[in-house]
């Protein structure tokens, strides 16, 4: 078995990213400035965008966070968006999802312009992403590619099945791998929750990609050997073993499944960083004006 080692591979594309920032701000006198939209307190997006901040003050960019209470209005939020759009000092808007059950997401993800559209989930994005022109990739999916170019994992003529068919994750993902490109130029399989004996299709898989959101799902008999396995799952247990205070573990049962795998991501150190790569490489993409001129 081989490590998909995302703590390798997403300080190396950072360092890379850095190096790019700093042309930015030398030859345009400003940082590439990612915007974070913040509804409420949910624990998990807390998380989520303090990282995505981070990791943006880490390799040079400016980052900004608007945050609002749960009561906020799909109006006053669906305003804020347009200011966003508006503002040229800024590069990347992103409204961490979820949002409370009166706002409706589609239309708050309509609402940004999708030349700042750094999350990639805008249907601008995700048709010109089908048809194989520039666009701003969704993060996660985005982040995968780079794993498995980093390690030159042979995708060509390859069954993937894909679990899950989120519009974050499954869906793009699978569209990625079938389309005419490297990685891609898979045979794909998408499974959800309605496909009766899954183990039939996982068993068929040369790569394995699984974001369903239920953990050690997949396990060691529903897989073949020598399969390339990416787990995307993020199932968070409470934990007193852990400063944090809970114990992060995949979709997929790494013990078992690592031993028959060639290729697996950990989780934590593997998809869930380099979803964070896949946000800074749009936001500079986005500086570069490289997808929209
Ligand atoms: P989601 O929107 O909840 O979608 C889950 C998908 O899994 C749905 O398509 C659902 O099918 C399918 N599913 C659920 N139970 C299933 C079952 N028993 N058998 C087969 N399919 C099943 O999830 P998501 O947003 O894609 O996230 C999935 C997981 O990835 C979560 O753990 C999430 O935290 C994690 N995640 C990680 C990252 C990262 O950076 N590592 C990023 C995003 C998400 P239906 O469509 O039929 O309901």
Partial sequence: MNLLDGKYVSEKIKQEIAEE???VLATRGRKPHLVAVLVGHDGGSETY????????EAVGFKSSLVRYEDDVTEEELLIKVA???ADEDIDGII???PLPKHIDPEKVTEKIDHRKDVDG????NLGRMQRNLPSFIPATPYGITLMLKEY???TSGKHCVVVGRSNIVGSPISILMARNTYPGNCTVTVCHSRTPDIKKFTLDADILIVAIGK???????MVKDGVVVIDVGMNRETSTLTKSGYKLYGDVDF??????ASWITPVPGGVGLMTIIGLLKNTLASANKEVYS
Avoid: W, Y
């Fill in 83 to 85: 200011e966003l759009n």
């Fill in 95 to 97: 409204v961490q999802l």
């Fill in 255 to 260: 013990e078992g499944v690592s031993q028959k």
């Fill in 49 to 56: 965008v303090a990282s995505k901040m981070r990791n943006c």
């Fill in 21 to 23: 920032a700093a042309k």
């Fill in 152 to 154: 030159n994992i042979e």
């Fill in 215 to 221: 953990k050690n799902f997949i396990t060691a008999d």
């Fill in 121 to 124: 989930f805008h249907p601008i």
